[in-house]
């Protein structure tokens, strides 16, 4: 029997794009990744913001599509995470990805990250990939990292 981990869970959207997942979605997609209670917020934004997020935080200049932010002094595992709409639609376009399957695999490898997980070496991306891969098969979704 697996445990069950509390969600506290803020969904803020910040931008108009068409077809974003519903605060619904987030949540599920978010649920099936813990392995401990988390509060966290997530906030979808458009181009301009999460230009300015990337650059202010990462020091990059250009959108990229999902940032983890973790607070590391929080009582309760904290974290923010940031979806940049453009870049996941130009994203599942060019990966021959549906939208849907591309934002849930966005929000299990965020939410991850807020849990530990990291890429920084072969070890730990494989590690990685293989729970996000694993979630996504639940989900009813292909493999995130295999070619279409």
């Keep these: 029997m697996s445990a069950i981990y509390k969600l506290a869970l803020a969904v ?11 605060r619904y979605q987030l ?3 978010a649920k099936l990744t813990l392995q ?3 509060s966290m917020a997530i906030r979808i934004v458009d181009e301009t913001e999460g230009r300015a997020l990337n ?5 990059k200049n250009y959108a990229t599509n999902v940032l983890t ?6 009582e309760v595992l904290y974290g923010d995470i940031v979806i940049c709409a ?9 990966q021959h990805k549906t939208l849907l399957a591309h934002y ?16 920084e070496d072969d070890k730990d991306a494989a590690r ?7 979630l996504m098969a639940k989900l009813g979704y292909a493999d995130p990292y295999k070619a279409v």
Excluded at 86 to 94: D, F, M, Q, R, Y
Excluded at 128 to 134: I, L, V, Y
């Design 12 to 22: 803020q959207y910040a931008c108009d794009a068409a077809d974003l997942p519903t």
């Design 27 to 29: 949540r599920r997609w």
């Design 36 to 38: 401990r209670d988390v």
């Design 55 to 59: 650059k202010q935080f990462r020091g």
């Design 69 to 74: 932010f973790i607070d590391e002094d929080a």
């Design 86 to 94: 453009p870049v996941v639609e130009k994203e599942a376009l060019t």
């Design 104 to 119: 849930a695999h966005l929000v299990l490898h965020a939410v991850l990250h807020l849990q530990g997980y990291d890429h």
């Design 128 to 134: 990685m990939e293989a729970r996000e891969t694993a």
